[in-house]
Nanobody, 123 residues
Framework: VQLQASGGGLVQAGGSLRLSCAAS????????WGWFRQAPGKEREFLAD????????YLEDSVKGRFTISGDNAKNTVYLQMNSLKPEDTAVYYC?????????????????WGQGTLVTVSS
């Protein structure tokens, strides 16, 4: 499984970005997908997860109401829509994939990781 994240960039506070993560897999729906971020000097932080079926999502409390995770089985792509961005959202954002019967939230449960895309939010 290879993951390619894209869509990062520089945005003003209050703006929006949509991150994409293209997965090179035969059957996209066999995996659950997540987004994490890591700011300089901080640990990697869980943001969002979407189940294999796509009907169960998890969001970390600090991004609820602002971020949305979704998936497109036809395009083998998972998205992270980010609205109302804040300077504290500045980080490298990573997409990740986990196999069946694993748990969301925990980085070690995700076997597959993309290379990261930088999001910078200016004040």
């Amino acid at each position: 499984v290879q993951l390619q994240a894209s869509g990062g960039g520089l945005v003003q506070a209050g703006g929006s970005l949509r991150l994409s993560c293209a997965a090179s897999v035969r059957t996209f729906s066999l995996y659950a997908w997540g987004w994490f971020r890591q700011a300089p000097g901080k640990e990697r932080e869980f943001l969002a997860d979407i189940s294999q079926s796509g009907d169960v999502t998890y969001l970390e409390d600090s991004v609820k109401g602002r971020f949305t995770i979704s998936g497109d089985n036809a395009k083998n792509t998972v998205y992270l829509q980010m609205n109302s961005l804040k300077p504290e959202d500045t980080a490298v954002y990573y997409c990740a994939g986990r196999n069946l019967f694993t748990k969301p939230y925990i980085p070690s449960q995700y076997a597959y990781w993309g290379q990261g895309t930088l999001v910078t939010v200016s004040s």
